[in-house]
């Protein structure tokens, strides 16, 4: 099976600027989480959807949206791009149950100029 | 509020000793436990992780980790390090009728010293 996919890889945006990132999970798998990872705070969890209805949602501000759609492809946006938000986003799937073992993707590497 | 320590950001340990790499957490429902491994430009891998029986689970590349209930520890352990067990390592906890989303520690960067 095909691992989990996201694109891009990288991203250049600059302040103000909105960005949306993509997340194909491994085939069959229903869950999908999205996670930000920086130097200085580690991973964190910012929502988790399952069968296109946001299960869970970590502590980021509005700005931060996501969605997933009826074949389980996941996208990420965030709007009004602050340099903050520079970060590895790292996109995980899941087959369903809250025990199941979450699979990573490679990443999508953010730059905020 | 559930919530995941690794005490040690850096563990260092001489190729063919035993390695072990810190977790403790706190949960207010039941623990789902699970350790990670990312190596360089890469995603995260997973390695292992304990939901319920023997409290000594056995994951990929010949790592294990020990539940400890009383403790609330879920400690990485290999008898022999190699050189290519050099990476980060992150700890992470899911509080089973608690919060559910999966909580990560801040990570344990291992060094294997030939």
């Known amino acids: 099976k095909a691992g989990v996919t996201q694109t891009p890889r990288y991203l250049i945006k600059t302040r103000g600027q909105q960005v949306t990132l993509s997340c194909s999970p491994i085939s069959g798998h229903r869950s999908v989480s999205w996670y930000q990872q920086t130097p200085g705070q580690g991973l964190q969890f910012l929502f988790e959807y399952f069968s296109e209805t946001q299960r869970n949602k970590g502590n980021f501000p509005g700005r931060f949206s996501g969605r997933q759609f009826s074949n389980s492809r996941s996208e990420m946006n965030v709007s009004t791009l602050e340099l903050g938000d520079s970060a590895l986003y790292l996109c995980?799937?899941?087959?369903?149950?809250?025990?199941?073992?979450?699979?990573f993707g490679p990443g999508t590497r953010l730059t905020v100029l | 509020a559930q919530s995941v320590a690794q005490p040690e950001d850096q563990v260092n340990v001489a190729e063919g000793n035993p390695l072990t790499v810190k977790c403790t957490y706190s949960v207010s429902g039941n623990p789902y436990l699970f350790w990670y491994v990312q190596y360089p430009n890469r995603g995260l891998q997973f390695l292992l992780k304990?939901?319920?029986?023997?409290?000594l689970v056995k994951g990929s590349y010949g790592f294990e980790a020990e539940f400890n209930k009383s403790q609330t520890s879920f400690h990485l352990k290999k008898p022999s390090a190699l050189v290519s067990d050099s990476a980060l390592y992150f700890c992470a906890v899911r509080d089973y009728g608690g919060a559910n989303n999966l909580f990560f520690g801040t990570g344990t960067r291992l060094t294997v010293i030939p």
């Open positions: 304990y939901i319920t029986g023997d409290n």
């Open positions: 995980a799937s899941s087959l369903a149950e809250l025990s199941d073992t979450q699979y």
